[in-house]
């Protein structure tokens, strides 16, 4: 780094371009279990300010925090203390250490059941002015629809197999906003959604 004239960007270019970096999170049985050798990348969640934000942004919902404009991001709220059921289940820290080790990345229990069931997910995703309503609204197909969530979710389009699935998952609940939702609440629960891969 100091060699090349402490060129920024070339460095960020040389790690961006390194095999270690673009490594992918598959497993496969050549690869070691324990990370140690760097053979792939390692799956992590990610912090709950950023899911909360990217559940936010994918849904078109507006987070209301107390004393805060609505539609504050969480990862730009001044002050820890600001009450999140959300922020607290997915192990926020209180800021009053300055080691990142005061996250909790551990899973539990309760964070498997506010996205599986919780009342915060669900009105997000059936919200009257959002993402999912803003599309049915429109006349888009069911195509359209299905892709603009995958895009928006998982920044990428459904394959084919996926797009089979969400037709008959559509097809089997009579009505068409639910059966909208409960794609939606898929995808925000899938682990493509819910780790850095």
């Not at 970096?21 to 969640?45: C, I, K, M, V």
């Not at 669900?122 to 919200?127: D, G, L, M, P, Y």
Request: glycine share 4%; hydrophobic share 40%; aromatic share 6%.
């Amino acid at each position: 780094f100091v060699q090349q004239g402490c060129d920024a960007k070339r460095l960020l270019k040389t790690i961006c371009c390194s095999r270690v970096y673009q490594l992918s999170s598959e497993l496969t049985p050549q690869r070691d279990l324990d990370g140690q050798l760097a053979t792939h990348r390692l799956l992590r969640r990610l912090p709950a300010e950023v899911l909360l934000d990217a559940v936010n942004q994918v849904t078109g919902a507006r987070e209301a925090f107390p004393g805060q404009p609505i539609g504050t991001r969480a990862v730009a709220l001044p002050d820890p203390s600001i009450v999140s059921s959300f922020l607290t289940t997915f192990g926020r820290p209180l800021r009053n250490n300055p080691c990142e080790c005061a996250r909790s990345a551990n899973p539990d229990l309760a964070q498997a059941l506010l996205m599986a069931n919780g009342e915060v997910l669900q009105n997000k995703v059936a919200t009257a002015d959002g993402t999912l309503s803003r599309l049915l609204a429109a006349g888009k197909s069911d195509e359209e629809i299905t892709e603009e969530l995958y895009l928006a979710a998982l920044s990428r389009r459904p394959t084919p197999v996926e797009l089979q699935v969400v037709r008959e998952s559509i097809a089997e609940v009579d009505t068409r906003d639910s059966a909208w939702q409960d794609v939606l609440w898929a995808l925000l629960n899938s682990s493509e959604f819910v780790f850095q891969h």
